[in-house]
C-alpha cells in the first residue's frame, strides 16, 4: 500500500510545480503578447517594454495607497498604464519607425534609463510593496491533496481572461481586423485608407496596458523596485522567438512552455542530480541548467524552425 | 627661466611636504551598494557611519575626516575595481563597509597586498575569518555561521524535530545553511540554493517546503529578496502550517515593508536597537532624529567602524604611519560598541553575545524587540584555520 500512496503524493507534488509553471507563463504571456503585437506589427523593437512592466507595478502601489482599495488600484493601475503607452508613443516612438532596428535598440534603451531614473526620483530608491487583501493570505485546495496559493491562482485566472478577450479583440472586431491587416501587409493596409498612424498609437497602448497589467498582477508577489522589468523582459523575447514573432497564439504557448520548463526544471534538476553528484555541485549546478534549458530550446527553434512554433500569417 | 621656477616649484613643494603632513587629513574609502535594490543597505550604512562621524566631531583622534563613498553595485567584479581605484588612485588610509561576502572575498587580495588597515563591516566569509584571515582587517559583524549556529540552538530549545532550509546560492547563502546544520539536531528534510541576486520568486521552491513534510522552514535571504521571500511565504497560506525561523531576512529595513507579515517570525542577532547600553541608546535616538527611520545591523555594525577606527588614530596620535601600533590598538577593542564590550579573536572577529529577537508592534511602528541571550561570547568555528595567533 505505501508505495502507490508515496508515487500518488509525488503526482500531487508534480502537479502542484506545473501550476507554478503555469503561472509564471501566464506572467510571461501578458508581457509577451504586447512586445510581439508591436514588434509583429510595428516593426518595433522596444526594449523599453520591461519599463512599462515597472511602471504598472509602481501605479498599483501608488493608487492602494492613495485609495486603500486593492481593486481600485489595480483598476486604475491598468488604465494609467495605457495612458503612459500612448503618451509614450506619441512623444518618443513615432519618431523611431521606419528606421534601422539597431536605431529602435538604442533609442528603447535609453527609454529603459530614462523611466529606471524617473521612477527613483518620483518614488525614491527603496521600493514600494503591494499588499494583499488579508482573506487572500491563504492557499486553496484545488484537487485533494494539492494546496495552492489563492493569489497566484487569481493570476492563471486573470491572464486566461485576458488572452482569451485579446483573442477576440484580434479575430472578431474590426480593430482586430486592422491589427491583422496591419501585421500581414502595412503598405497595402495603409493603401486602402486604414489610419496607420492611429492603428499604431493604438496598438502601442494595447501592448504598454498589458505589459502594465503583468507588472500589477506581479507586484504583491515580488516588492515594486527599480529596474525589476529588466531580467524577465528577456524571459518575454525568448518567447517571442519560440513562439514566432507577431503571433499571440505562438507567444501563449510558447510562454507556458517557457515557464513550465523553468519551474519544473528548478523543482526536479537539482534532486535528479543530486543521484549523480553531491549535494552542493547539484544544487549549483541544477538552478544554471534550468535557466539555461530555456535558451537551449530557443536555439534549437532558432535552427529547425526559425519562423518561430506558430509564424505570423506572412512575412 | 621656466626650468627654475620648476625646480623653485619643487623645492617649495618638498619643503612643504612635512609641515602638510601634520595638518593630514584621514581619508577613509567606504565600500557598500549604493544602487539597484539593494541600495536601501548601502544607505543604512553611510548614514550610520556619518552619524558616527558626527558624534565624533567628524574628526578621528582629532583629524579631520574626509569620506570617499564607492559603490559596488552588489558585484564582485565592480567591488574589487572600486577597492584598487580606493588605494591606488585615492592613496585612503583605511578602508570599510562591505555588504556582499562575494564582494568581501574578491576585493580582499588587494586589501592584504597593500597593507590597508580594512574594517568589514557586514561581510562574514568563512575563509575570510579562517585561512585568508589578515593582520590588517577586522570585522565589526561575524562570521557568517555564527548567527545560524544560534539560530539551531533556539530551533533545538523550541523542540522542533524537522527543517527545511532555503538560501541564495552564494558565499553567505553556503556559509548560512552550513551554520545551522551545525548545531541544529533535528532532521534536515530538504536543502534548496536559489539563484542569486536575480531570482525574486519562490513559488517551486515553497511548494517544495510544502510538501516535504517539514515541521519548519529556516531561511537566509539579505535585503529586498527577503521582503518578497517571505511575503510569497505568507501568501502560500503557509504562516500558520509551517513556522519560518530566519536570520539577517527581516530586520528594519524590511519591516516597514512586511508589516504585519512578519509578526511572529522569531530571528537570531548579535545586535538589536533595544540593548540597554549608553552608546546604543544615542546611536538609535539620534539616528531616529537625524534620519527619521530605524537603524539597522548594517548600520549597528558600521557606527561601531568609527569608533573602532578613532580608537587606532588616537593611539598613534594621529601618525598614520605606524599600521603596526595601530592594528595593536584595534585588537584591544577599546571603544564603545553599540553592542557592549566585545572582544577580537585571533582572526579579528568579534567573540560577542546572539539574541533572540521578535517582531512587535508600537503603534503604528513595526518593531524588534530582544527576547532571550541565546549564546554568550561566541566565537566563530573558523578561527582555528586561521594562522595569525
Known amino acids: ?234 524571459l518575454a523575447f525568448v518567447v517571442i522567438i519560440i513562439g514566432g514573432i507577431g503571433s499571440i497564439r505562438g507567444a501563449f504557448v510558447a510562454a507556458i512552455l517557457v515557464g513550465l520548463i523553468d519551474t519544473v526544471g528548478r523543482a526536479f534538476l537539482p534532486d535528479l542530480l543530486r543521484h549523480a553528484l553531491s549535494t552542493n555541485a547539484a544544487s549549483t549546478l541544477g538552478p544554471a541548467l534550468s535557466s539555461m534549458s530555456i535558451y537551449m530550446l530557443m536555439a534549437a527553434i532558432l535552427v529547425f524552425r526559425p519562423e518561430g512554433l506558430f509564424p505570423a500569417a506572412s512575412r | 627661466m621656466i626650468r627654475t621656477t620648476f625646480v623653485a616649484a619643487a623645492v617649495l613643494a618638498l619643503a612643504a611636504g612635512p609641515a602638510m603632513a601634520q595638518q593630514k587629513t584621514v581619508k577613509i574609502g567606504f565600500i557598500s551598494t549604493f544602487s539597484g535594490p539593494t541600495a536601501v543597505i548601502g544607505n543604512d550604512m553611510r548614514n550610520s557611519f556619518e552619524l558616527g562621524l558626527d558624534h565624533l566631531g567628524r574628526k578621528l583622534g582629532g583629524l579631520p575626516v574626509e569620506v570617499i563613498y564607492e559603490d559596488d553595485t552588489q558585484k564582485p567584479e565592480v567591488g574589487v575595481q572600486k577597492t584598487q581605484k580606493l588605494i591606488e588612485s585615492d592613496h585612503v588610509d583605511f578602508i570599510a563597509g562591505y555588504i556582499w561576502s562575494n564582494v568581501l572575498l574578491a576585493s580582499l587580495k588587494p586589501l592584504v597586498d597593500s597593507k590597508t588597515i580594512t574594517v568589514v563591516t557586514n561581510a562574514g566569509a568563512s575563509k575570510f575569518a579562517g585561512e585568508l584571515c589578515s593582520p590588517y582587517v577586522f570585522s565589526t559583524s561575524w562570521q557568517n555561521d555564527q548567527t545560524p549556529e544560534a539560530m539551531g540552538l533556539y530551533m533545538n530549545q523550541k523542540g522542533v524535530k524537522t527543517a527545511f532550509l532555503i538560501g541564495p546560492n552564494y558565499a553567505a547563502g553556503k556559509d548560512m545553511l552550513a551554520g545551522l546544520k551545525l548545531t541544529y539536531k533535528g532532521q534536515i528534510v530538504g536543502e534548496e540554493y536559489t539563484r542569486w541576486p536575480d531570482q525574486l520568486d519562490f513559488s517551486a521552491e515553497l511548494s517544495k517546503a510544502r510538501s516535504s513534510g517539514a515541521e519548519s522552514i529556516f531561511v537566509f535571504y539579505p535585503g529586498g529578496a527577503g521582503v518578497q521571500f517571505v511575503t510569497q511565504y505568507v501568501q502560500a497560506g503557509l504562516k500558520g502550517q509551517i513556522p519560518l525561523y530566519q536570520v539577517f531576512t527581516v530586520d528594519e529595513l524590511s519591516l516597514p515593508r512586511l508589516k504585519d507579515l512578519a509578526i511572529g517570525i522569531p530571528g537570531a542577532q548579535e545586535w538589536v536597537n533595544d540593548l540597554p547600553n549608553e552608546t546604543n541608546k544615542k546611536f538609535v535616538a539620534d539616528y531616529i532624529a537625524k534620519y527619521k527611520l530605524r537603524p539597522s545591523y548594517y548600520g549597528a555594525q558600521t557606527y561601531d567602524a568609527v569608533g573602532l577606527l578613532n580608537s587606532a588614530v588616537l593611539a598613534v596620535k594621529g601618525d598614520l604611519s605606524q599600521k603596526e601600533a595601530m592594528r595593536k590598538e584595534m585588537e584591544k577593542a577599546d571603544f564603545p560598541s553599540v553592542r557592549g564590550h566585545f572582544t577580537y579573536g585571533n582572526n579579528h572577529i568579534p567573540i560577542q553575545n546572539f539574541y533572540l529577537q521578535d517582531v512587535v508592534k508600537e503603534g503604528d511602528d513595526y518593531v524588534l524587540k530582544t527576547v532571550a541571550t541565546i549564546v554568550k561570547d561566541d566565537q566563530d568555528r573558523f578561527h582555528d584555520q586561521c594562522p595569525m595567533k
Request: with cysteine; hydrophobic share 60%; proline share 3%.
Open chain 1, 1 to 234: 500500500m505505501a508505495a502507490p500512496d508515496r508515487l500518488w503524493r509525488r503526482m500531487l507534488y508534480f502537479i502542484e510545480q506545473c501550476l507554478n509553471g503555469v503561472q509564471l507563463g501566464m506572467l510571461l504571456f501578458l508581457l509577451a503578447a504586447g512586445l510581439t503585437l508591436v514588434f509583429g506589427i510595428m516593426d518595433l523593437v522596444n526594449l523599453a517594454h520591461g519599463s512599462l512592466y515597472m511602471l504598472g507595478a509602481y501605479f498599483a502601489a501608488t493608487f492602494a495607497v492613495l485609495t486603500g482599495s486593492f481593486v481600485a488600484a489595480i483598476l486604475l493601475a491598468l488604465a494609467a498604464s495605457l495612458v503612459a503607452g500612448v503618451a509614450l508613443e506619441v512623444v518618443a516612438i513615432r519618431r523611431l519607425y521606419g528606421r534601422s532596428h539597431l536605431d529602435h535598440v538604442l533609442g528603447t534603451f535609453g527609454l529603459l534609463l530614462f523611466f529606471n531614473e524617473l521612477v527613483r526620483l518620483v518614488w525614491g530608491p527603496a521600493g514600494m510593496t503591494l499588499a494583499l487583501p488579508p482573506q487572500m493570505l491563504t492557499a486553496v485546495q484545488i484537487i485533494p491533496g494539492v494546496y495552492y496559493p489563492l493569489y497566484r491562482l487569481v493570476i492563471i485566472l486573470a491572464a486566461l481572461a485576458v488572452a482569451a478577450l485579446l483573442y477576440l479583440v484580434v479575430m472578431r472586431t474590426r480593430l482586430g481586423m486592422l491589427i491583422r491587416a496591419g501585421a500581414s501587409n502595412r503598405e497595402m493596409a495603409g493603401a486602402l485608407g486604414v489610419n496607420i498612424k492611429l492603428l499604431y498609437t493604438l496598438v502601442f497602448g494595447l501592448g504598454a496596458a498589458l505589459a502594465g497589467f503583468a507588472g500589477v498582477m506581479q507586484a504583491p508577489i515580488l516588492t515594486v523596485q527599480i529596474g525589476m522589468g529588466e531580467n524577465i523582459i528577456i
